[in-house]
């Protein structure tokens, strides 16, 4: 774990892996349970706050490892309140993007995986930046413990849920998303259940069998947005890559191996994607799998000039899937839109009103 001149990021480590680190140092692997408790249950963000630990064990972490605390660039407050929206400096400079909403007695967190997107969707702001470079496993973990202490410190109430749906594309970067994804669900740290972590896919097939061939403990979101492979390809480029027969099989099989329905994302665009033929496209399309339909009405973004559906259109689409398929539907609430947090609006940079 020790990479000589390049300091290692604790949050980027597990709770046995930092054991093994303070066996390397000859030091008694004990104090890695308080380290633990100081990163994930006190939320500090300086070495110094960690007063119980012995300082020889304070001196080697300063020497050879950095707390990779994400410090805030900028943030920004919808008109609501509901939702703040946190530009985060990474350290080699570049900035990602990272969403709290708060709800009624929860707060969810929308965690970037990757500076950027190389998947291209026409309608999302990070797709429409491109692509920059993968986060590591601490830099995820760092939003999520960002977040958490930041309602710790306003006392509202804890983080409950996390969802994988800010910038970039997590199956793209899968080792780092999965072990990021095992580091906050730690019983003794954050210890978010596996039932509050949501990955939402493009629809990257390898990486949907991975995650069914290992059963990794996460709600799967797979952004769908069209039932034919032409008009799906005209909206997400990576179904060219990824075929829709192909995703669905892949899909149908992690639904089979896992047990878990799968939610299936849909951008309500007015005049494209939002009548009842295309209800009953999406009905005839996933009957007979566990499935839920997320239905999110486009969300403005400076390079597309589609429109959101309308209210009444959402009604009319969910009466279908509800009485034609049987298929539980929901609209997605539209939260931070005016400060350009919500859905497929993040692109690393400052919104100002």
């Known amino acids: 774990m020790t ?22 140092w000859e030091l008694s692997p004990v104090h890695a349970a308080r380290l633990w408790n100081y990163l994930y249950w006190e939320l500090v963000d300086d070495f110094g706050a960690m007063t119980e630990l012995p300082a020889k064990v304070r001196r080697r972490l300063e020497a050879e490892s950095r707390l990779g605390v994400l410090p805030p660039a900028l943030s920004t407050d919808s008109s609501d309140g509901f939702t703040r929206k946190f ?3 990474l350290p080699d400079g570049r900035t990602i993007e990272t969403v709290r909403m708060r709800f009624t007695g929860r707060a969810t967190a929308c965690i970037s995986t990757q500076a950027g997107c190389a998947m291209g969707c026409v309608f999302c702001a990070t797709g429409q930046m491109g692509f920059t470079r993968h986060l590591t496993a601490g830099e995820i ?44 669900r730690d019983s003794a740290g954050l210890s978010l259940g596996a039932d509050r972590i949501t990955l939402s896919t493009v629809g990257v097939v390898p990486g949907i069998r991975r995650l069914a061939a290992e059963n990794q403990p996460v709600s799967l979101a797979v952004s769908l947005h069209a039932a034919t492979q032409e008009e799906r390809a005209a909206l997400v480029p990576a179904a060219k890559a990824w075929p829709l027969d192909e995703l669905m099989d892949a899909c149908a099989a992690y639904s089979r191996l896992t047990g878990r329905r799968i939610f299936y994302e849909w951008t309500l665009i007015a005049g494209k994607n939002d009548s009842a033929e295309h209800a009953h496209a999406v009905g005839r399309l996933l009957r007979g799998l566990p499935a839920q339909v997320n239905l999110i009405p486009l969300n403005p973004t400076c390079g597309y000039d589609g429109r959101p559906g309308r209210g009444e259109a959402a009604k009319a689409f ?8 049987r298929l539980p539907s929901t609209v997605r609430q539209r939260r931070g839109i005016d400060i350009a947090a919500g859905c497929g609006q993040l692109a690393s940079a400052p919104v100002t009103r």
Not at 3 to 23: F, I, K, M, S, V
Not at 153 to 166: D, K, S, T
Not at 177 to 183: D, E, F, K, M
């Open 3 to 24: 990479t000589g001149a390049t300091p290692w990021d604790l949050y980027g480590l597990t709770r046995a892996e930092l054991e093994e680190q303070l066996r390397q």
């Open 87 to 89: 530009l985060l400096a």
């Open 141 to 184: 973990v760092a939003q999520v413990v960002h977040v958490a202490r930041a309602l710790r410190r306003a006392g509202e109430p804890r983080l409950r849920n996390i969802v994988l749906m800010g910038m970039g594309e997590p199956l793209h970067n899968y080792d780092a998303t999965l072990r990021a994804v095992g580091i906050v």
């Open 318 to 325: 969910q009466a279908v899937l509800a009485e034609e398929y």
